[in-house]
């Protein structure tokens, strides 16, 4: 660089310049040179890329198509054009040696941010590939989000370090005292991250999963789980966030087992006006006499409309034509249960599973479902509950 100084030096004196002007024209000159040299080896390496990137794509394995992908061997090439540019600059300070230091540093600084750019690049492929063939997604989310942490805690204990001149340990020392600012910053990030970790390692949430967090409005799918936030797509679109340690301390509803099933939960109750529970006289059970789901029953005996229509409400639940099968390992329940009365009438709560797995269809089939319901009350002389004004208006 010193003899690339010289002749630049001597041809701007040939041509009559001042030697008050010579220096820094001779080391704008020079910068140019540089940043053009800088500027052509990117582009080379640019144009070399486009060769690799065909090959990457040829090859059989998925892999190298995310560690090495447009966008790492682009970062690539900004490293080593960083590199070539911490080579180049010092040498600029050739007429001012006062400045090489601070040009050090700099060089320095672009050096670990390139590094660190390209750190986390490959990180998130990496994290990217475990997440194409890892179920629990969550857990690798966390891990992307841990692992960019890392590196850009690192990359400022670096860049610090190289600003103050001084041995990281030092740096690393005097944050140490600063412990309980730092704890106090970044609480969240911290219990995010302890949070993300156990929600990943217990299999309890993954991307994708439709959760219910009832304090927090959120009812939807989840869209992405980070250090300090869990993000919520609710079914009308708008946008939950939720601090992962939230869901850890208050807990939340994870209806995603139910979808991977392929089935839905129909979950309704009735509430039946008292005054029409009764006995029926032998006229009004008639009907019901020799119904394959009224075996069982005795007829001779006192008849209660309420016990003749659970009974026939368990058969027409069992008889859905989407009704899920149940197995040994997985027993789907199937039940109609009476509850305690309450001022509004006596609760009749049905519960069973469907397969119907898309949202639009299951709304329908469950209305159908409990319009036939509602239409066969009054078959067993049965009144659904309402309120007083209700009926008067």
Known sequence: MTH???YIDSLLKSAGMSETAIKPLSTMIAA???????????????????????????????????????????????????????WLLPGLACHYPESVKAINKSCRVLNISAVAYLLILESNAFCEFLRQRNAQRAGVLVIRNILETLICAVVVLLVISTILNRDIAYVVSALGAMAAVLMLVFKDSILGMIAGIRLSLNGMLKEQDWIIVPKYNADGRVEDVSLTTVKVRNWDKSISTIPPHALMSEGFINKQRMLDLGVRQIKRTFYVDINSVRSLTPGEYE??????????????????NLTLFRKWLRKFMLSHPRIAESSDALPMQVFVRELPATPTGLPIEIFFFVKCPDWEEFEELQADFIDEVTAAFPDFHLRLYQTLASLHS
């Open 4 to 6: 690339i100084f010289s």
């Open 32 to 86: 140019l040179a540089a940043i053009m040299a800088a500027v052509l080896f990117y582009y080379a390496l640019q144009i070399l890329s486009v060769r690799i990137n065909s090959r990457i794509k040829k090859s059989k394995t998925d892999i190298d198509d995310l560690l090495l992908s447009p966008k790492i061997i682009k970062a690539i090439s900004l490293l080593a054009t960083s590199f070539l540019i911490g």
């Open 287 to 304: 009907p019901f006499v020799g119904k394959e789901w009224s075996e069982g029953l005795d007829f001779e005996r006192n008849v209660i």
